[in-house]
């Protein structure tokens, strides 16, 4: 099965071999065979495919590559946005409300409710998502999570440690002894990554040293929930220990700046949550500036950040956050790719694989310009 995309007006390559940053084409076309992307030249010059797609001069650009989410969870916590929105503070324990009613899920519901979300996601641009478990913290709860996660994406997060669950309050060492030993052992035949929630309220800086570690020993990547509610020592652990991405980093020092542009660490932001607790934006621009590398996430979760929408994150950067429109969707595209370590998205390159968004609107400048219009035409996920 071939398609063409001609009369593509700007076309987002975000190939380093064609330019820097988002590297744009005029007046291009893109041929795909079977999924992957194999010729790119002038519109009107492409060779005949089985299907063709006319993008009418509008904007094409690499899928969403989404990577932080929850998707693996139970329940609805809309009473509390209302409650935040009135005045009240956002803390971690919210967490455990959603793991009572995960646990309690069956797995058909479970299923369900994420794959609803990943429509959802696709029909707004996002070919690529990544999926954490760490609403089921039991040995049980947690690997199934994962195992239904794994039908859906090849991204999957082991996160037994988002929280401390109740009936372990008393004893959160035995927790952690849990988190790198038998559940690990349950968890990582259906996951890619571990993370862990770095935070006050969550885990500090010494367990979390030892729930990646332990997760680096069976071949798992890391990656690190920091920097959401202040300053935290999970940043530089972050990148001490190689981790993929840093995500928040909401609150960062001179020193967690300066290490993350000296490394191979993703900064991810995840306005979402800034928004759903009117909390700070991060200071992408002081990141950048520095030279790290940035990506943008939705974090969706029904807790502290329930969107779906990558274009409502780029919004928010661009308007908030100090972002070009060019470099909020570099890091929504090939900056989540990066945070995923993967070279086969977020591009739009020979060889690459055949995820792109057709928009309706003749640039992605529209995302921000044109805030909550929904202006994804056709999205080809291969
Ligand atoms: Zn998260």
């Known amino acids: 099965m071939t398609t063409v995309i001609d009369r593509i007006g700007l076309l987002v390559t975000n190939d380093p071999a064609v ?59 809309a009473d509390e946005f209302e409650f935040r929105m009135a005045g009240r503070p956002y803390t971690a324990g919210g967490i455990r409300r959603t793991v009572g009613l995960t646990r309690a899920a069956t797995d058909d519901e479970l299923r369900a409710n994420a794959q ?48 401390v669950p109740a009936e372990f309050a008393d004893d959160p060492a035995g927790y952690v002894d849990l988190v790198t030993g038998a559940m690990l052992d349950a968890a990582a035949p259906h996951a890619r990554w571990i993370d862990v929630f770095c935070e006050t309220g969550a885990f500090d800086v010494d367990q979390a040293r030892a729930i990646l570690t332990a997760g680096q020993a069976v071949g798992l990547g890391a990656r690190v929930h920091a920097g959401q509610l202040g300053e935290s020592a999970g940043v530089q652990l972050a990148v001490e220990l190689g981790a993929a991405s840093v995500d928040h980093c909401t609150f960062l020092s001179d020193a967690d700046v300066d290490a993350l542009a000296h490394s191979s ?118």
């Open 19 to 77: 330019g820097a940053g988002t590297a744009e084409l005029r007046d291009a076309a893109v041929f795909i065979d079977d999924g992957t992307i194999v010729w790119i030249g002038d519109a009107g010059r492409a060779p005949h495919a089985d299907e063709r797609i006319d993008a009418r001069g509008g904007c094409v650009i690499p899928g969403f590559v989404d990577s932080h989410s929850h998707l693996m969870f139970a329940g609805d916590r």
């Open 116 to 163: 609803r979300l990943r429509a959802e996601m696709r029909a707004q641009g996002t070919t690529t998502v990544e999926i954490k478990s760490g609403y089921g913290l039991t040995i049980d709860d947690e690997s199934r999570a994962l195992r239904i996660a794994r039908e859906i994406t090849p991204e999957t997060t082991y996160l037994g440690a988002h929280v």
């Open 265 to 382: 660490t993703v900064a991810t932001l995840l306005p979402g949550v800034e928004f759903s607790t009117r909390q700070p934006y991060p200071n992408a621009r002081r990141l950048l500036d520095a030279g790290a590398t940035v990506a943008l996430a939705c974090d969706c979760n029904p807790g502290s950040s329930f969107t779906s929408s990558m274009a409502f994150c780029i919004a928010v950067a661009v308007r908030d956050m100090g972002m070009t429109p060019a470099e909020a969707l570099w890091a929504a595209t090939a900056g989540g790719a990066a945070a995923l370590q993967r070279t086969d998205i977020g591009r739009i390159a020979v060889g690459a694989r055949a995820d792109l968004v057709v928009l309706d609107a003749p640039s992605y400048v529209h995302f921000a310009y044109r805030p909550g219009v929904p202006i994804v035409k056709r999205v080809l996920a291969a």
